[in-house]
């Protein structure tokens, strides 16, 4: 079927081209709002601007598609073959995209405000820009994987409120996404560069971020219980009011950091770069200081209450009226 005979039968009412062959066919600007086009084959086919709203897209194969531009708001496209498929400025407010093949494409500066993208394969795609305001990619026990979203550039990316628990991360560009009140919990961001990236009001409870540089970045008021965060990097980070009990952080470097109020009570801060740290009325009961660097670190007001510093370097750090591990206050 070429794209003469496609858009004839569509404005004469005909809606039905489930399984059509439409490799390469040029739709550019097409309007084929509610078309039911379930399985069909358009590899490498000219989708750009095309109105897609409501469109049935699942299990279709949109392999090296042109889409840019195209709207695709409330989209079915389950289990669709997006792979190197070109979304860039594409409308997918509210698609249904759980299980869609998305990898190597290009969707910069695209919106998926609201898009489930559960159980999606994002591997190494382009998603600089993008808009997921509440957007679901949260991993579901029994029911969906987390959205495999390893190398993924998504800098600058508006993630807002997104639902990205138990989702793979690894390696993942987030340098300056805005990341507020997004769910993360449990989910994998080994070795993400996060780099001045907002994840204020956040939560990344049981999070893996072993050896993720989030320099600069905002943490204030973020959830980081049990999670891990050993080898990485938050030199001048924000985390005032952040919950880090029970967080595994050996080896972090927390240098220049602002910390106050913040709860370490139980964390594992062995060996931890805690230079020239601001961590003013921060609460560490109990937390492990082995061999920390606390030289020149502000911890006026602390509770270090059953706190181990025995091993920990503390040249130069003020503790004025810090509750000291015996239970005393230091004058």
Known sequence: MDAIELLQRYRAGETDFRGANLCGVDLGGADLIGADLTGTDLRGANLVLAYLNRVNLSKANLIGTRLSGANLSQADLINAKLRDADLHGAILYGADLRGADITLATLLDA?????DLRSV???SANLRGACLRGANLRYEKRCYDGANLRGV???HADLRGANL???DLTKADLRRANLTETSLREANLTEANLIGATLQSSFLTDAVL???DLSQANLTNAKLERANLTDATLKNVNLTEANLTQATLSKVNFAYAIMRRARFNRADLSR?????ADLTEATLIEAYLGRADLRDANLTDANLAKAELSSANLIGTNLQGATLPDGSTHE
């Open 111 to 115: 919106n998926l405000i609201s898009a």
């Open 165 to 167: 628990n138990g989702a």
């Open 153 to 155: 550039d998504l800098r």
């Open 121 to 123: 394969n994002l591997g």
């Open 210 to 212: 072993v050896d993720a």
């Open 272 to 276: 931890t770069t805690l230079h020239h």
